[in-house]
């Protein structure tokens, strides 16, 4: 009996359906059946292996590109094995291959809004909690994307120093807090575009470093295909540079697989409150604006006329490059939702 190849579209609808032989080794073959798919979908293919004998649950996976395929050889008996099978939307845990087209992310755009700090990070740790209680329960759930900007506040990492601050902790000129992302102090204030995702790295990678380089990526890609801007990463460090001037912080947090706080790129924001700081603890490289950066390279071949190049368009432009190259990045569909502020506000099932 061969197995089934089904692939879902990302509105949940329009089954296709494939067999494939038999396969008698922990390893799916490049098969007339996979060709024929990957060729009919346009698309190349992820393969992840599951297999249970005996109550043991392993997996073996084989990356390839953007679609997941998902083998289940399991007894009906074993725990591990139903769970995924139930949260893949499979009926039974007969042997089948799931393709997936990519994940939903629900998108809350509120990139015009000053949030307090207080109160995004508040919202994503309930949010988190949120999601690890549906995990537990079996159930499936969508990634969240929350865009905004913060009021200016100083931020400290789990073990930042207080070296880097060139005032003392008590007397700050501006809100400070202490959070439990990584990294040192960095600032956030108006005209920077903050991206808090919260995603589920069962989906994707289960890698911490394979998670900071990706976000790395989308900033790298988003400034090159947006602003023909040239991006670049500095080995041991963190963030994006564009030449010697730090233009992109980023720093995150992980519970159980499921990730939260992320990135912030300066768009149009007042450095001044960096000289305050030593920004991510690097003293020997300068703190940049993507602004600041187009209007002082003459030679720049800018994708939108310099005439043009006012605070709200570029702000704008950037936004929609960062959401296009995150969304094709991580192969997500963003769906965008309504939320006014995050004070409250919570991410659960038909919210």
Not at 168 to 183: A, E, N, V, W
Not at 243 to 265: E, M, P
Not at 283 to 303: E, P, T
Request: glycine share 6%; with cysteine.
């Amino acid at each position: 009996m061969g197995h089934v190849l089904h692939w879902e579209s990302s509105e949940g609808c329009r089954i296709k359906k494939l067999d494939l032989p038999e396969l008698s080794a922990p390893v799916v073959p490049e098969t007339e059946g996979v060709a024929c798919f990957r060729k009919k979908m346009g698309f190349s293919y992820n393969f992840l292996f599951q297999t249970a004998r005996a109550g043991v649950y392993g997996s073996k996976s084989f990356e390839y590109g953007l679609v997941k395929l998902t083998l289940l050889r399991c007894s009906p008996s074993n725990y591990s094995c139903k769970r995924k099978a139930n949260l893949y939307g499979l009926k039974s845990c007969k042997q089948q291959v799931l393709a997936h087209a990519g994940y939903k992310c629900d998108y809350y755009n509120l990139s015009n809004e000053l949030i307090p700090y207080k109160d995004a990070l508040s919202w994503q740790k309930h949010t988190v909690e949120a999601k690890q209680a549906l995990l537990e329960a079996d159930e499936d759930l969508c990634d969240s994307l929350v865009v905004l900007q913060h009021p200016p506040v100083y931020t400290l990492g789990t073990r930042s120093s207080e070296k880097f601050l060139h005032f003392d902790l008590q007397h700050s000129p501006i809100d400070i807090y202490r959070t439990d992302r990584g990294g040192e102090v960095t600032y956030h204030g108006p005209g920077q575009l903050v991206m808090y995702p919260i995603m589920n790295l069962r989906h994707y990678k289960m890698d911490l470093h394979w998670y900071l380089r990706a976000l790395e990526e989308v900033i790298i890609r988003a400034l090159w295909s947006g602003f023909s801007v040239k991006g670049s990463r500095i080995d041991g460090l963190t963030g994006v540079w564009v030449g010697n001037q730090k233009v992109a912080a980023i720093g995150i947090h992980v519970s159980r697989w499921i990730t939260y706080h992320g990135l912030a790129i300066n768009v149009t924001t007042d450095l001044k409150p960096f000289s305050r700081i030593v920004p991510c603890g690097i003293s020997d490289r300068a703190v940049g604006s993507l602004f600041n950066i187009l209007n002082s390279n003459s030679s720049q071949d800018l994708v939108i006329p310099r005439q043009t190049l006012d605070s709200s368009t570029l702000f704008h432009l950037t936004l929609k490059s960062l959401l296009k190259e995150f969304s094709e990045f991580f192969q997500v569909d963003l769906v965008e939702k309504v939320a006014h502020d995050l004070r409250g506000f919570s991410v659960l099932p038909n919210a």
